[in-house]
């Protein structure tokens, strides 16, 4: 397997970029290759400071940079020679298998659009946050900001693919998918969750066990939690600050550690017709790690191909209805 | 003044409810009258159990219960002689000045709307919460549930409303109201908050400080949180998950206990047309005096009245453009 990385962005790049990448190739056996994307001369002083074999490494050399405020939806063809639209183009030519970055989400997800493509019947991507339960388990939280304006069947489509995504990456037999709500009856909530409890409570595509409530999502109650994107990011935005907040009054324990984001390593992009992870825009170099490791886990895990036949068989069903 | 408190509401009443007069009375000066709307024989056993003069208190006697789950559409007219029934019938004809219930809100509102009746001008009342700022004051955010579908006008009024919220009852003579946003750039969002912004962006009605994100409410860059009630009740209920989930864990100093509901006497039912305060429905004593205090704080700022006030001169503008 040859994981592409791009060395170019987040905050903390290429320091935390490099030194993720190095940490990372530690942890894995040798038959995983590791392909940086960024300024070739950076990362060779970077990877000599630290003590290692530059040859350890391809490297390709990507001279243009796409900042974290650089609008999205042209920034690919106007850099071409950026670390993101080169990763884009060696994983639609199968040079790399994988493709990870923390850099501008905005100009990964035109990427995984437009130069990789979305899996037919996808309606939209959507991308997740992990969320510590009490247990030490995670949930999935999805979208997470892509879709700030949902229809019901997307919802309904979060479900299917988080449903896939906890299966198989979190070896989760038989996810618990929740629709987060302000109360827990079926006809509570907007107009919105309410048609989505419509489309999903009577499924056989994934396990759906109702309404879920905030407090709730911390409890082994759910495994995978729907919303649109707006709401999602809500949660996922103020979940970090009351973190900090709590983490600045010098409260500390394990528990409290699994609402550090630089645990989790990213996102995959869910529902594009590759392995893409997102990763946090202010990763250091653990979180960078950890997104490495996790882009690994998703693509051995083939998610984005059982995504792809859960979508057939979906459209076959619905055909035949 | 005089005070009517509903007995019968809230899941530890009538002892929380009773226990909370007794303290609230305790607090206040002997011109606050209280009446309290119950059952006659439970409250005089409760008041004198606590060596109080049942006396000192009206008692309306309310045979009558509605409960948390009861839907509320048409409960007050099937239950006449509840509680929050004849409440809302003595706060109609002037025999109370304001009524303070910890019981069914959906109840609460629809008295408010429909025995009251809600301002001119107002599109739909809305309800508050308090979020703690790091500095030790608060923030109001709105609407926190009773609105989960809104259009950007009723945003706008939010924006109105809470801005006096703030200004009578909490002493901001500018208070910085914010629009609740996953991003800070006016063009980010959903679509709502995207027409919520361009509505809001130059108006003179409030000091309009342009998009938050939840990790902002905490600091003192906004006194005034405007979104919708999904979105609102969201993130009440997530921020009080995590602070049971941290106190949980041993966690406590003065700042945590900012974040304990208790401490805050619940929210005026803002834009109807008198005083009505809804307390958190798992009340204590304590919150249940709080919920009194603070009914009597919203009273003698004349909050409706500035209110309506306000919408007079919002709808002479209106006609002038």
Do not use: W
Not at 189 to 212: C, E, H, I, P, R
């Amino acid at each position: 397997m040859k994981i592409g990385i791009d060395i170019s962005g987040g905050d903390f790049a290429p320091q935390a970029t490099v030194g993720g990448a190095i940490l990372a190739q530690k942890e894995l056996s040798p038959d995983i290759q590791f392909c940086l994307f960024g300024d070739e001369q950076v990362i060779t002083s970077y990877l000599k400071e630290a003590g290692t074999f530059p040859s350890n490494f391809e490297i390709i050399h990507a001279p243009e940079v796409i900042g974290m405020g650089d609008h999205p939806s042209k920034i690919l063809s106007q850099k071409p020679n950026s670390s993101i639209a080169l990763g884009f183009e060696m994983l639609k030519q199968n040079k790399i298998d994988a493709f990870a970055s923390a850099g501008n989400t905005g100009a990964m997800l035109v990427g995984s659009i437009y130069s990789i493509g979305i899996i037919p019947g996808i309606i939209r991507p959507c991308i997740t946050a992990l969320i510590p339960k009490e247990n030490g388990s995670v949930g999935i939280l999805l979208d997470v900001g892509i879709n700030p304006d949902c229809k019901a069947d997307q919802l309904y489509q979060f479900g299917l693919v988080g449903s896939l995504y906890a299966k198989y990456v979190f070896n989760n037999p038989n996810p618990k998918v929740g629709l987060l709500n302000i109360g827990e009856e079926e006809e509570k909530g907007s107009l919105l969750t309410q048609a989505a409890y419509k489309l999903m409570k009577n499924t056989s595509d994934f396990n759906f066990t109702g309404n879920v409530e905030n407090r709730d999502i911390f409890k082994n109650n759910v495994d995978v939690i729907v919303c649109d994107g707006f709401t999602g990011n809500i949660v996922l935005k103020h979940t970090e600050a009351m973190y900090r907040l709590f983490a600045k009054q010098g409260f500390h324990n394990d528990f409290l550690d699994l609402f550090n984001y630089e645990n989790y390593g990213g996102t995959p992009v869910l529902g594009a017709n590759a392995t893409i992870i997102i990763g946090h825009g202010i990763s250091n170099e653990k979180a960078v790690k950890n997104m490495i490791l996790h882009t690994k886990g998703v693509h051995e895990a083939g998610l984005y191909k059982k995504i792809s036949t859960a979508m057939e068989l979906f459209a076959q069903k619905k055909s035949g209805e």
